[in-house]
Protein backbone atom coordinates (compact mmCIF):
# COMPACT_ATOMS: atom_id res chain seq x y z
CA UNK A 1 0.00 0.00 0.00
CA UNK A 2 1.04 3.20 -0.86
CA UNK A 3 1.17 6.37 1.06
CA UNK A 4 -1.77 7.84 -0.41
CA UNK A 5 -3.94 4.36 -1.83
CA UNK A 6 -6.30 5.42 0.12
CA UNK A 7 -5.85 8.78 1.75
CA UNK A 8 -9.07 11.24 0.40
CA UNK A 9 -8.57 13.78 3.02
CA UNK A 10 -10.67 16.80 3.06
CA UNK A 11 -8.24 19.88 3.56
CA UNK A 12 -9.79 21.83 6.33
CA UNK A 13 -12.42 21.14 8.43
CA UNK A 14 -14.89 23.42 10.73
CA UNK A 15 -13.49 23.69 14.25
CA UNK A 16 -16.14 25.90 15.08
CA UNK A 17 -16.94 23.75 18.67
CA UNK A 18 -17.97 25.56 21.72
CA UNK A 19 -14.74 24.96 24.04
CA UNK A 20 -15.32 24.84 27.75
CA UNK A 21 -13.99 27.53 30.07
CA UNK A 22 -10.76 26.95 32.38
CA UNK A 23 -12.70 25.66 35.13
CA UNK A 24 -13.05 22.23 37.15
CA UNK A 25 -15.83 20.88 39.06
CA UNK A 26 -15.00 20.57 42.90
CA UNK A 27 -18.36 19.22 44.42
CA UNK A 28 -20.34 21.29 42.34
CA UNK A 29 -18.49 24.47 42.43
CA UNK A 30 -16.78 25.66 39.18
CA UNK A 31 -13.40 26.94 39.33
CA UNK A 32 -9.98 27.04 38.08
CA UNK A 33 -8.02 24.05 39.14
CA UNK A 34 -5.49 25.00 41.38
CA UNK A 35 -2.68 22.52 40.04
CA UNK A 36 -0.53 22.96 36.79
CA UNK A 37 -1.71 24.35 32.94
CA UNK A 38 -2.20 21.71 30.91
CA UNK A 39 -2.98 21.92 27.03
CA UNK A 40 -5.48 19.75 24.81
CA UNK A 41 -4.41 19.24 21.62
CA UNK A 42 -6.36 18.12 18.12
CA UNK A 43 -4.86 15.45 17.34
CA UNK A 44 -6.34 15.83 13.79
CA UNK A 45 -4.15 19.01 12.71
CA UNK A 46 -2.19 19.25 16.06
CA UNK A 47 -3.29 22.90 16.93
CA UNK A 48 -4.10 23.34 20.73
CA UNK A 49 -7.79 23.57 21.40
CA UNK A 50 -7.52 25.11 24.81
CA UNK A 51 -5.50 25.23 28.06
CA UNK A 52 -6.95 23.87 31.24
CA UNK A 53 -5.67 23.95 34.68
CA UNK A 54 -5.74 20.59 36.23
CA UNK A 55 -6.47 19.60 39.72
CA UNK A 56 -4.49 19.75 42.28
CA UNK A 57 -3.92 17.33 46.03
CA UNK A 58 -6.10 19.60 47.47
CA UNK A 59 -8.69 19.98 44.99
CA UNK A 60 -9.20 16.74 45.28
CA UNK A 61 -8.89 16.58 49.27
CA UNK A 62 -11.77 19.27 49.17
CA UNK A 63 -13.93 17.15 46.82
CA UNK A 64 -13.50 14.40 48.98
CA UNK A 65 -14.70 15.86 52.01
CA UNK A 66 -17.72 18.35 50.54
CA UNK A 67 -19.05 14.68 48.66
CA UNK A 68 -18.71 12.86 52.09
CA UNK A 69 -21.27 15.65 53.14
CA UNK A 70 -23.61 15.69 50.01
CA UNK A 71 -23.98 11.85 49.87
CA UNK A 72 -24.39 11.63 53.79
CA UNK A 73 -27.59 13.98 53.11
CA UNK A 74 -31.11 13.30 51.41
CA UNK A 75 -29.55 11.92 48.30
CA UNK A 76 -28.94 8.87 50.41
CA UNK A 77 -32.51 8.61 51.61
CA UNK A 78 -34.66 9.35 48.68
CA UNK A 79 -36.09 6.31 47.23
CA UNK A 80 -34.96 4.65 44.26
CA UNK A 81 -37.65 6.35 42.18
CA UNK A 82 -36.78 9.58 43.00
CA UNK A 83 -33.18 9.11 42.34
CA UNK A 84 -34.06 7.82 38.85
CA UNK A 85 -35.60 10.74 37.99
CA UNK A 86 -32.41 12.66 37.98
CA UNK A 87 -30.70 10.26 35.76
CA UNK A 88 -33.36 10.63 33.33
CA UNK A 89 -33.15 14.28 33.47
CA UNK A 90 -29.28 14.13 33.19
CA UNK A 91 -29.87 11.74 29.87
CA UNK A 92 -32.18 13.91 28.36
CA UNK A 93 -29.93 16.71 28.73
CA UNK A 94 -27.09 15.05 27.07
CA UNK A 95 -29.06 14.74 24.36
CA UNK A 96 -29.98 17.96 24.10
CA UNK A 97 -26.41 18.75 23.67
CA UNK A 98 -25.55 15.87 21.44
CA UNK A 99 -23.58 17.12 18.10
CA UNK A 100 -21.78 19.78 20.61
CA UNK A 101 -20.64 16.91 22.67
CA UNK A 102 -19.51 14.64 19.43
CA UNK A 103 -17.92 17.50 18.30
CA UNK A 104 -15.91 18.84 20.72
CA UNK A 105 -15.54 15.06 21.66
CA UNK A 106 -13.73 14.58 18.22
CA UNK A 107 -11.77 17.34 18.44
CA UNK A 108 -10.06 16.11 21.27
CA UNK A 109 -10.01 12.85 20.70
CA UNK A 110 -9.56 12.70 17.28
CA UNK A 111 -11.99 9.53 16.66
CA UNK A 112 -14.83 10.01 13.27
CA UNK A 113 -18.03 12.05 14.46
CA UNK A 114 -19.91 8.98 13.56
CA UNK A 115 -18.20 7.09 16.25
CA UNK A 116 -18.11 10.05 18.86
CA UNK A 117 -22.18 10.63 17.90
CA UNK A 118 -22.57 7.21 19.03
CA UNK A 119 -20.77 7.46 22.49
CA UNK A 120 -23.12 10.42 22.90
CA UNK A 121 -25.83 8.50 22.28
CA UNK A 122 -24.85 5.73 24.53
CA UNK A 123 -23.95 7.87 27.44
CA UNK A 124 -27.55 9.30 27.60
CA UNK A 125 -28.75 5.43 27.11
CA UNK A 126 -26.41 4.25 29.92
CA UNK A 127 -28.02 6.79 32.04
CA UNK A 128 -31.91 5.91 31.61
CA UNK A 129 -31.26 1.99 31.46
CA UNK A 130 -29.21 2.96 35.31
CA UNK A 131 -32.30 4.87 35.98
CA UNK A 132 -34.85 1.67 34.78
CA UNK A 133 -32.61 -1.00 36.60
CA UNK A 134 -32.60 1.59 39.38
CA UNK A 135 -36.36 1.63 39.28
CA UNK A 136 -36.76 -2.03 39.95
CA UNK A 137 -33.47 -2.67 42.10
CA UNK A 138 -35.05 -5.20 44.36
CA UNK A 139 -34.07 -6.21 47.90
CA UNK A 140 -33.70 -9.89 48.77
CA UNK A 141 -35.85 -11.48 51.65
CA UNK A 142 -34.15 -14.51 51.98
CA UNK A 143 -34.80 -18.15 52.73
CA UNK A 144 -36.14 -18.38 56.57
CA UNK A 145 -33.48 -20.91 58.57
CA UNK A 146 -34.72 -20.41 62.09
CA UNK A 147 -36.38 -18.07 64.43
CA UNK A 148 -36.13 -14.81 62.10
CA UNK A 149 -36.96 -13.45 59.59
CA UNK A 150 -33.88 -12.96 57.03
CA UNK A 151 -33.15 -10.09 54.35
CA UNK A 152 -30.65 -8.85 52.29
CA UNK A 153 -30.53 -4.96 52.05
CA UNK A 154 -27.79 -3.07 50.22
CA UNK A 155 -26.11 0.41 51.84
CA UNK A 156 -24.33 3.39 49.41
CA UNK A 157 -20.52 3.60 49.64
CA UNK A 158 -20.42 6.73 50.55
CA UNK A 159 -17.91 8.66 47.75
CA UNK A 160 -16.34 6.16 45.41
CA UNK A 161 -13.83 7.59 42.36
CA UNK A 162 -14.20 6.88 38.63
CA UNK A 163 -10.90 7.05 36.66
CA UNK A 164 -11.77 7.00 33.09
CA UNK A 165 -9.47 6.67 29.96
CA UNK A 166 -9.07 8.39 26.56
CA UNK A 167 -10.19 6.05 24.16
CA UNK A 168 -14.11 6.56 24.51
CA UNK A 169 -14.31 9.68 27.77
CA UNK A 170 -18.11 10.26 27.89
CA UNK A 171 -18.79 6.93 27.50
CA UNK A 172 -16.94 5.33 29.83
CA UNK A 173 -18.22 8.07 32.27
CA UNK A 174 -21.56 7.18 32.01
CA UNK A 175 -21.05 3.43 32.54
CA UNK A 176 -19.19 4.81 36.29
CA UNK A 177 -21.09 7.85 37.74
CA UNK A 178 -24.89 6.25 36.41
CA UNK A 179 -24.69 3.23 38.57
CA UNK A 180 -22.39 4.80 41.35
CA UNK A 181 -25.10 7.65 41.82
CA UNK A 182 -27.94 5.33 41.26
CA UNK A 183 -26.51 3.79 43.97
CA UNK A 184 -26.67 6.81 46.12
CA UNK A 185 -22.77 8.01 46.64
CA UNK A 186 -20.77 10.73 45.72
CA UNK A 187 -18.36 10.46 42.94
CA UNK A 188 -14.91 12.34 42.01
CA UNK A 189 -14.14 11.47 37.86
CA UNK A 190 -10.39 11.92 37.09
CA UNK A 191 -10.78 11.84 32.96
CA UNK A 192 -7.55 11.57 30.92
CA UNK A 193 -5.08 14.55 30.86
CA UNK A 194 -5.06 14.07 27.35
CA UNK A 195 -8.92 14.27 26.69
CA UNK A 196 -10.78 16.18 29.38
CA UNK A 197 -13.04 18.38 27.56
CA UNK A 198 -16.12 16.34 27.17
CA UNK A 199 -15.97 15.02 30.96
CA UNK A 200 -16.06 18.86 31.88
CA UNK A 201 -18.83 19.15 29.57
CA UNK A 202 -20.85 16.78 31.08
CA UNK A 203 -20.24 17.91 34.87
CA UNK A 204 -22.08 21.11 33.70
CA UNK A 205 -24.90 18.99 32.11
CA UNK A 206 -25.51 16.81 35.55
CA UNK A 207 -24.86 19.74 37.19
CA UNK A 208 -28.14 21.42 35.14
CA UNK A 209 -30.16 18.57 36.10
CA UNK A 210 -30.73 19.14 39.70
CA UNK A 211 -28.43 16.96 41.06
CA UNK A 212 -27.91 17.87 44.67
CA UNK A 213 -24.17 19.86 44.68
CA UNK A 214 -21.80 18.06 46.04
CA UNK A 215 -22.45 14.51 44.56
CA UNK A 216 -20.55 15.24 41.34
CA UNK A 217 -16.59 16.16 41.09
CA UNK A 218 -14.64 16.60 37.97
CA UNK A 219 -10.85 16.47 38.60
CA UNK A 220 -8.96 16.53 35.44
CA UNK A 221 -5.44 16.16 35.54
CA UNK A 222 -2.35 13.61 35.64
CA UNK A 223 -2.67 10.00 37.26
CA UNK A 224 -0.04 10.01 38.97
CA UNK A 225 -1.09 12.97 40.84
CA UNK A 226 -4.55 13.20 41.10
CA UNK A 227 -5.47 9.87 40.30
CA UNK A 228 -3.17 8.62 42.90
CA UNK A 229 -4.72 10.78 45.21
CA UNK A 230 -8.10 9.53 44.69
CA UNK A 231 -7.12 6.17 44.89
CA UNK A 232 -5.32 6.50 48.23
CA UNK A 233 -7.61 9.11 49.88
CA UNK A 234 -8.86 7.36 53.19
CA UNK A 235 -12.31 9.10 52.50
CA UNK A 236 -12.97 6.93 48.86
CA UNK A 237 -14.57 3.74 49.84
CA UNK A 238 -14.49 2.63 46.28
CA UNK A 239 -12.42 3.32 42.73
CA UNK A 240 -13.32 2.23 39.16
CA UNK A 241 -10.80 2.35 36.49
CA UNK A 242 -10.71 1.91 32.88
CA UNK A 243 -7.19 1.89 31.71
CA UNK A 244 -4.07 0.10 31.41
CA UNK A 245 -2.69 -3.22 33.19
CA UNK A 246 -0.02 -1.34 34.76
CA UNK A 247 -1.92 1.58 35.95
CA UNK A 248 -4.59 -1.57 36.87
CA UNK A 249 -1.69 -3.27 39.12
CA UNK A 250 -1.06 -0.31 40.97
CA UNK A 251 -4.35 1.13 41.84
CA UNK A 252 -4.74 -2.70 43.03
CA UNK A 253 -1.86 -2.77 45.25
CA UNK A 254 -3.17 0.66 46.93
CA UNK A 255 -6.58 -0.64 47.44
CA UNK A 256 -4.96 -4.15 49.07
CA UNK A 257 -3.67 -1.18 51.96
CA UNK A 258 -6.98 0.31 52.33
CA UNK A 259 -8.86 -3.33 52.37
CA UNK A 260 -11.38 -1.10 49.32
CA UNK A 261 -13.08 -2.54 46.55
CA UNK A 262 -12.43 -1.87 43.08
CA UNK A 263 -13.13 -2.59 39.27
CA UNK A 264 -10.68 -2.59 36.89
CA UNK A 265 -11.56 -2.83 33.45
CA UNK A 266 -7.70 -3.10 32.04
CA UNK A 267 -6.13 -4.28 28.56
CA UNK A 268 -6.33 -6.54 26.12
CA UNK A 269 -4.91 -8.65 22.86
CA UNK A 270 -8.13 -10.24 21.71
CA UNK A 271 -8.23 -13.08 19.06
CA UNK A 272 -10.89 -12.69 16.61
CA UNK A 273 -10.69 -16.33 14.53
CA UNK A 274 -12.29 -17.14 11.44
CA UNK A 275 -13.54 -21.30 10.82
CA UNK A 276 -13.20 -22.07 7.33
CA UNK A 277 -16.91 -22.65 6.85
CA UNK A 278 -17.48 -18.66 7.92
CA UNK A 279 -19.17 -16.08 5.46
CA UNK A 280 -15.36 -14.68 4.01
CA UNK A 281 -18.13 -11.46 3.32
CA UNK A 282 -19.26 -10.84 6.57
CA UNK A 283 -16.31 -11.88 8.37
CA UNK A 284 -14.23 -9.47 6.29
CA UNK A 285 -15.97 -6.76 7.06
CA UNK A 286 -16.32 -7.04 10.47
CA UNK A 287 -12.53 -7.41 11.46
CA UNK A 288 -11.97 -4.73 9.50
CA UNK A 289 -14.47 -2.64 12.33
CA UNK A 290 -13.05 -4.85 14.97
CA UNK A 291 -9.63 -3.61 14.84
CA UNK A 292 -9.64 -0.58 13.11
CA UNK A 293 -12.71 1.82 14.03
CA UNK A 294 -11.38 3.77 16.46
CA UNK A 295 -8.15 3.61 15.18
CA UNK A 296 -7.45 0.88 16.83
CA UNK A 297 -7.59 2.25 19.89
CA UNK A 298 -10.02 0.14 22.11
CA UNK A 299 -9.09 -2.27 24.64
CA UNK A 300 -11.51 -4.89 22.97
CA UNK A 301 -9.95 -4.57 19.67
CA UNK A 302 -9.73 -7.97 17.51
CA UNK A 303 -5.87 -7.52 17.32
CA UNK A 304 -4.88 -11.27 16.41
CA UNK A 305 -6.22 -12.93 13.68
CA UNK A 306 -6.67 -16.22 13.32
CA UNK A 307 -7.20 -18.19 10.14
CA UNK A 308 -7.31 -21.63 9.01
CA UNK A 309 -4.26 -22.99 7.08
CA UNK A 310 -5.85 -23.77 4.03
CA UNK A 311 -7.84 -20.86 3.18
CA UNK A 312 -5.72 -18.61 4.47
CA UNK A 313 -4.30 -16.38 1.42
CA UNK A 314 -8.05 -16.51 0.14
CA UNK A 315 -9.03 -14.90 3.20
CA UNK A 316 -6.08 -12.57 3.22
CA UNK A 317 -6.51 -11.26 -0.32
CA UNK A 318 -10.21 -9.51 0.44
CA UNK A 319 -8.88 -8.26 3.60
CA UNK A 320 -5.77 -6.64 2.60
CA UNK A 321 -7.88 -5.45 -0.08
CA UNK A 322 -10.70 -3.60 1.82
CA UNK A 323 -7.70 -2.64 4.37
CA UNK A 324 -6.34 -0.68 1.56
CA UNK A 325 -9.92 1.11 0.60
CA UNK A 326 -10.15 2.41 4.05
CA UNK A 327 -10.26 6.62 4.15
CA UNK A 328 -7.82 8.03 6.12
CA UNK A 329 -8.27 11.49 7.23
CA UNK A 330 -9.95 14.17 10.39
CA UNK A 331 -12.21 13.27 12.55
CA UNK A 332 -14.80 16.06 11.81
CA UNK A 333 -14.75 14.59 7.34
CA UNK A 334 -17.92 12.80 6.97
CA UNK A 335 -16.12 10.51 5.00
CA UNK A 336 -13.42 9.43 7.60
CA UNK A 337 -13.30 6.03 8.14
CA UNK A 338 -9.70 6.08 10.33
CA UNK A 339 -8.94 9.16 12.09
CA UNK A 340 -5.96 9.93 13.88
CA UNK A 341 -4.66 8.98 16.87
CA UNK A 342 -5.06 10.64 20.45
CA UNK A 343 -1.59 11.89 20.44
CA UNK A 344 1.74 12.15 18.55
CA UNK A 345 3.34 10.96 21.24
CA UNK A 346 1.21 7.50 21.08
CA UNK A 347 0.81 7.27 17.29
CA UNK A 348 4.83 7.17 17.46
CA UNK A 349 4.49 4.60 19.78
CA UNK A 350 2.34 2.25 17.89
CA UNK A 351 4.89 2.99 14.49
CA UNK A 352 7.74 1.73 16.99
CA UNK A 353 5.48 -1.32 17.42
CA UNK A 354 5.10 -2.10 13.70
CA UNK A 355 9.60 -1.39 13.30
CA UNK A 356 10.41 -3.62 16.05
CA UNK A 357 7.70 -6.17 14.26
CA UNK A 358 9.43 -5.41 10.52
CA UNK A 359 12.80 -6.34 12.59
CA UNK A 360 11.52 -9.66 14.11
CA UNK A 361 10.43 -11.00 10.98
CA UNK A 362 6.89 -9.71 10.00
CA UNK A 363 5.72 -8.63 6.57
CA UNK A 364 4.08 -5.98 6.11
CA UNK A 365 1.10 -6.09 4.16
CA UNK A 366 -1.16 -2.57 4.02
CA UNK A 367 -0.19 -0.16 5.82
CA UNK A 368 3.16 -0.04 8.06
CA UNK A 369 3.64 3.60 7.66
CA UNK A 370 3.03 7.41 9.06
CA UNK A 371 0.93 9.09 5.66
CA UNK A 372 2.43 12.72 4.73
CA UNK A 373 1.10 15.21 2.30
CA UNK A 374 -0.70 18.20 3.23
CA UNK A 375 -4.05 17.59 5.75
CA UNK A 376 -1.33 14.45 7.11
CA UNK A 377 1.79 16.28 8.27
CA UNK A 378 0.86 18.20 11.12
CA UNK A 379 -1.77 15.26 12.52
CA UNK A 380 -1.05 12.01 14.46
CA UNK A 381 -2.13 9.79 11.54
CA UNK A 382 -1.29 6.12 11.16
CA UNK A 383 -2.53 3.89 8.31
CA UNK A 384 -4.90 0.93 9.50
CA UNK A 385 -1.48 -2.08 9.21
CA UNK A 386 -1.85 -5.94 8.66
CA UNK A 387 1.00 -7.66 9.65
CA UNK A 388 1.83 -11.79 8.62
CA UNK A 389 4.63 -14.16 9.08
CA UNK A 390 5.18 -13.46 13.01
CA UNK A 391 4.80 -16.21 15.59
CA UNK A 392 2.13 -15.80 18.41
CA UNK A 393 4.77 -15.58 20.74
CA UNK A 394 6.03 -12.43 19.47
CA UNK A 395 6.21 -9.43 21.31
CA UNK A 396 3.79 -7.79 18.37
CA UNK A 397 1.49 -10.54 19.07
CA UNK A 398 1.35 -10.48 22.90
CA UNK A 399 1.51 -6.76 23.75
CA UNK A 400 -0.99 -4.74 23.53
CA UNK A 401 -0.59 -1.56 20.72
CA UNK A 402 -3.66 0.06 21.01
CA UNK A 403 -3.26 1.35 17.13
CA UNK A 404 -4.81 0.37 13.98
CA UNK A 405 -2.27 -2.74 13.99
CA UNK A 406 -3.81 -6.54 13.00
CA UNK A 407 -1.41 -9.44 13.32
CA UNK A 408 -2.14 -12.43 11.42
CA UNK A 409 -1.82 -16.19 12.40
CA UNK A 410 -3.02 -19.68 10.90
CA UNK A 411 -3.78 -22.68 12.70
CA UNK A 412 -3.83 -26.56 11.77
CA UNK A 413 -6.86 -27.70 14.00
CA UNK A 414 -8.60 -26.73 16.94
CA UNK A 415 -7.26 -27.69 19.71
CA UNK A 416 -3.87 -25.67 18.01
CA UNK A 417 -6.64 -22.71 17.75
CA UNK A 418 -7.87 -23.12 21.12
CA UNK A 419 -4.55 -23.17 23.01
CA UNK A 420 -3.01 -20.69 21.01
CA UNK A 421 -5.88 -18.05 21.44
CA UNK A 422 -5.20 -18.58 24.95
CA UNK A 423 -1.73 -18.15 24.59
CA UNK A 424 -2.06 -14.30 26.64
CA UNK A 425 -2.25 -12.70 29.56
CA UNK A 426 -5.10 -10.97 28.86
CA UNK A 427 -8.62 -12.52 28.23
CA UNK A 428 -11.46 -9.66 27.21
CA UNK A 429 -12.78 -10.46 23.89
CA UNK A 430 -12.87 -13.10 21.26
CA UNK A 431 -14.97 -13.12 18.00
CA UNK A 432 -15.59 -16.04 16.34
CA UNK A 433 -17.12 -16.16 12.17
CA UNK A 434 -18.57 -19.94 11.54
CA UNK A 435 -21.93 -20.68 10.58
CA UNK A 436 -21.67 -23.98 12.53
CA UNK A 437 -23.72 -23.14 15.79
CA UNK A 438 -21.80 -26.12 17.47
CA UNK A 439 -18.39 -25.31 16.70
CA UNK A 440 -19.31 -21.63 18.04
CA UNK A 441 -20.89 -22.53 21.48
CA UNK A 442 -17.78 -25.06 22.02
CA UNK A 443 -15.39 -22.84 20.88
CA UNK A 444 -16.66 -19.79 22.71
CA UNK A 445 -16.68 -22.03 26.10
CA UNK A 446 -13.32 -23.07 26.16
CA UNK A 447 -12.04 -18.91 25.25
CA UNK A 448 -10.70 -17.37 27.96
CA UNK A 449 -12.40 -14.13 27.72
CA UNK A 450 -15.14 -12.05 29.41
CA UNK A 451 -16.79 -10.91 26.15
CA UNK A 452 -16.91 -13.09 23.08
CA UNK A 453 -19.21 -12.09 19.78
CA UNK A 454 -20.30 -14.90 17.61
CA UNK A 455 -20.43 -13.29 13.99
CA UNK A 456 -20.30 -10.34 14.68
CA UNK A 457 -18.10 -7.88 16.88
CA UNK A 458 -17.31 -4.99 19.07
CA UNK A 459 -21.69 -4.58 20.05
CA UNK A 460 -22.15 -3.76 23.74
CA UNK A 461 -25.41 -3.37 25.66
CA UNK A 462 -26.31 -1.49 28.65
CA UNK A 463 -28.10 -4.83 30.10
CA UNK A 464 -25.40 -6.82 29.19
CA UNK A 465 -22.27 -7.26 31.56
CA UNK A 466 -18.83 -6.59 30.67
CA UNK A 467 -15.40 -6.83 31.96
CA UNK A 468 -12.43 -9.00 31.71
CA UNK A 469 -10.44 -12.75 32.80
CA UNK A 470 -6.98 -12.46 33.87
CA UNK A 471 -4.72 -9.64 33.71
CA UNK A 472 -7.60 -8.16 31.53
CA UNK A 473 -9.46 -6.94 34.50
CA UNK A 474 -11.48 -7.58 37.72
CA UNK A 475 -15.18 -7.04 38.33
CA UNK A 476 -18.14 -6.36 36.03
CA UNK A 477 -19.71 -2.88 34.77
CA UNK A 478 -23.57 -2.96 33.35
CA UNK A 479 -26.07 -5.05 33.84
CA UNK A 480 -29.12 -4.94 36.13
CA UNK A 481 -26.29 -5.77 39.11
CA UNK A 482 -24.12 -2.71 37.83
CA UNK A 483 -25.73 -0.48 40.49
CA UNK A 484 -24.67 -3.29 43.28
CA UNK A 485 -20.80 -2.73 42.19
CA UNK A 486 -21.07 0.75 44.41
CA UNK A 487 -22.88 -0.43 47.13
CA UNK A 488 -22.41 -2.87 50.49
CA UNK A 489 -24.62 -5.63 51.53
CA UNK A 490 -26.21 -5.96 54.42
CA UNK A 491 -27.93 -8.58 55.98
CA UNK A 492 -30.72 -8.10 58.61
CA UNK A 493 -32.71 -10.78 61.24
CA UNK A 494 -35.55 -10.06 62.31
CA UNK A 495 -35.91 -12.04 65.82
CA UNK A 496 -39.27 -13.98 65.73
CA UNK A 497 -39.55 -16.30 68.53
CA UNK A 498 -41.77 -14.84 71.68
CA UNK A 499 -39.45 -16.22 74.16
CA UNK A 500 -36.09 -15.10 75.69
CA UNK A 501 -33.16 -17.12 74.73
CA UNK A 502 -32.63 -19.89 76.58
CA UNK A 503 -28.98 -19.95 77.15
CA UNK A 504 -29.46 -17.24 79.28
CA UNK A 505 -31.59 -19.35 81.60
Known amino acids: MTATGALEHAGPVPNDVPIPPDEILVAGEWRRGAGPESATVDPGDGAVITTIHQASVADVDEAVARGAVAAAGPWRDLLPHERARYLHRIADGIDAHAERLARLQT ?149 ADKLMPVSLELGGKSPTIVFDDADFEAAVAGIAYGIYSSSGQSC ?120 RANDSVYGLACGLWTRDYRTAWRVARRIEAGTVWINTYKQFSSSTPFGGMKESGLGREKGRRGIAEYMRQKSLYWGLDAAPHPWAG
Open 300 to 419: IAGSRLFLPEARAEEFLDLLVATVRRLRVGHGLDPRTQVAPLVHHRHRDSVAGHVERARADGGEVLAGGEVPTGPGYDAGAYYLPTVIAGLDNSSATCQEEIFGPVLSVLTYADEDDLIA
Open 107 to 255: RDTGKTLRETSALVASAAGTFRYVAAALETFDEELTTQRGPSLTMSVHDPIGVVGAITPWNSPIASDAQKIAPAIAAGNAVLLKPAEWTPLVSLALGRIIGESGLPAGLVSVLPGQGSVVGDAIVRHSGVGKVSFTGGTTTGRVIAHAA
